[in-house]
């Protein structure tokens, strides 16, 4: 059936999600306890047509709810033993958003912004009492966004005049594609963003970490966003199944156009290639999938597999 509110969201590229995680414990665990961010978000532009989740072995309990941030998250209790486990999320969604042009955004300052949020201007901000704690909630340090000297060192140029918030934005994105360089596997998720200045290398969590941390610093809402982008192989090379990732970037609160989401990594901004998980402070607020486990042997690392790809493609995950 066809809701009214369904007739009005404008069709979009339509995708087929799945993502899988596996433990191989060395020893049999007695018990195992998580928690999920692995459902996508249903929005305007981003319309969630069906989704599932399953853990193998099967739960003894498990309850899914909305956090705080508006994210799906689902627990779960697996208390029979295993030495493997297995959690799936499958989803297919429609996507339909469409990557704003420059011209098209709000010439809005970002100190006008900073100084909006400050002093709890509704109208400059475009938003209501409870949109202003979100704003201000999104201007704090958080567990892995710190308020350091290198920090702001590396953000000054880009908000050296008071320019449009826009531009801002855009030139942070440029920079971190320019001046940092993407390597799989050289920082985790503990790495500050000193650590990441002087090493010059990281993923696309340590990319959007520093440049919330950049607009946090002058005073301006950026939150994380988790999720997913598609994959294009080259040229005459066939995708490699299971080979996608989870991918991480920026949302900045932008007066007149509301959440600006924005990739440093790939240096532009989002459209229907992405896939949204949910949004937080950092990383803490929406990791895929954390948890604890009870045995006698040690833990083991995650196998991450992740296939986003057109509806009705070959059969994946």
Same mark, same amino acid.
């Given at each position: 059936m066809t809701t009214t509110d369904d007739a009005a969201r404008p069709a979009g590229r339509a995708y087929d999600l799945?993502?899988?995680?596996?433990?191989?414990?060395?020893?049999? #665990?007695?018990?195992?306890?998580?928690?999920?961010?692995?459902?996508?978000?249903?929005?305007? +532009?981003?319309?969630? #047509?069906?989704? *599932?989740?399953?853990? +193998? !072995?099967?739960?003894?309990?498990?309850?899914?709810?909305? +956090?705080?941030?508006? *994210?799906?998250?689902?627990?779960?209790?697996?208390?029979?033993?295993?030495?493997?486990? #297995? /959690?799936?999320?499958?989803?297919?969604?429609?996507?339909?958003? /469409?990557?704003?042009a420059r011209a098209d955004l709000p010439d809005v300052r970002w100190r006008g912004v900073a100084r909006a949020v400050a002093a709890g201007d509704l109208g400059t901000l475009?938003?209501?009492? *409870?949109?202003?704690?979100?704003?201000r909630e999104a201007v704090l340090p958080s567990v892995h966004v710190t308020f350091v000297d290198e920090m702001r060192a590396w953000a000054a140029p880009s908000f050296a005049e008071d320019r449009p918030l826009a531009d801002v934005v855009l030139d942070l994105l440029h920079r971190v594609r320019t001046e940092l360089t993407y390597r799989s596997g050289s920082t985790t998720v503990h790495t500050t963003q000193a650590q990441l200045l002087a090493q010059g290398t990281g993923v696309c969590q340590d990319f959007a970490h520093l440049v919330i941390a950049a607009l946090r610093l002058h005073g301006v809402p950026a939150r994380y966003a988790s999720g997913y982008i598609e994959t294009r192989p080259r040229p005459g090379r066939a995708k490699l199944r299971g080979a996608d990732a989870s991918h991480a970037w920026v949302s900045v609160w932008l007066p007149g156009h509301g959440w600006l989401e924005a990739d440093p990594t790939n240096d532009q901004l989002v459209d229907d290639r992405y896939v949204v998980?949910?949004?937080?402070?950092?990383?803490?607020? #929406?990791?895929?999938?954390?948890?604890?486990?009870?045995?006698?042997?040690?833990?083991? *690392? !995650?196998?991450?597999?992740?296939?986003?790809v057109p509806a009705g493609s070959d059969p994946f995950l």
């Open positions: 799945v993502h899988r995680t596996t433990y191989e414990y060395p020893a049999p #665990v007695t018990d195992s306890y998580g928690r999920t961010t692995m459902t996508p978000r249903d929005l305007p +532009d981003q319309r969630l #047509v069906t989704t *599932s989740l399953t853990v +193998d !072995p099967v739960p003894a309990d498990t309850q899914t709810h909305v +956090d705080w941030f508006g *994210s799906t998250t689902t627990y779960f209790g697996v208390t029979a033993p295993h030495t493997r486990l #297995v /959690v799936t999320s499958r989803s297919t969604l429609e996507v339909s958003r /469409v990557a704003p475009h938003t209501d009492a *409870s949109g202003l704690v979100a704003l998980l949910g949004w937080g402070r950092d990383y803490h607020d #929406v990791p895929p999938l954390r948890g604890v486990i009870f045995t006698e042997g040690g833990g083991a *690392s !995650p196998r991450v597999e992740v296939d986003l």
